[in-house]
């Protein structure tokens, strides 16, 4: 079992940035693969960002190349979102998400794959 909490959520001018974080509990967070979405209103949960237990592999959604950043410090059973260059339309509530797997190196892109959630973190980017 794995709780997650997200936290750095918050209110930012656009092309300003934010990093959020998501603080996992339990002895296994190492082998999960983690991923972040989002969900803004009237919208269904969408894709973010996603890595590896590794952290060797990352992937991410076209709408936020080059501008976010995903990564994670097993160490601290944290992973994180750099979010730059925020635009109006990344306007939303971030939810990470955790699914166990000892492959080091898959990723996954689906709500549907992932196991476990936090309760979100809203982030509101103003024009």
């Known amino acids: 079992q794995v709780q997650l909490v997200e936290s750095g959520g918050g209110l930012v001018q656009a092309g300003g940035s934010l990093r959020l974080s998501c603080a996992a509990s339990?002895?296994?967070?190492?082998?999960?693969?983690m991923g972040w979405f989002r969900q803004a209103p009237g919208k269904e949960r969408e894709f973010v960002a996603a890595?590896?237990?590794?952290?060797?592999?990352?992937y991410y959604a076209d709408s936020v190349k080059g501008r976010f950043t995903i990564s994670r410090d097993n160490t601290k059973n944290t992973v994180y979102l750099q979010m730059n260059s925020l635009k109006p339309e990344d306007t939303a509530v971030y939810y990470c998400?955790?699914?166990?797997?000892?492959?080091?190196?898959?990723?996954?892109?689906?709500?549907?794959?992932?196991?476990?959630w936090g309760q979100g973190t809203q982030v509101t980017v103003s024009s």
């Open positions: 890595i590896s237990w590794s952290g060797v592999r990352t």
């Open positions: 339990g002895r296994t967070f190492s082998s999960y693969a």
């Open positions: 998400a955790g699914r166990n797997n000892p492959d080091g190196y898959s990723y996954y892109l689906r709500t549907n794959d992932y196991d476990y």
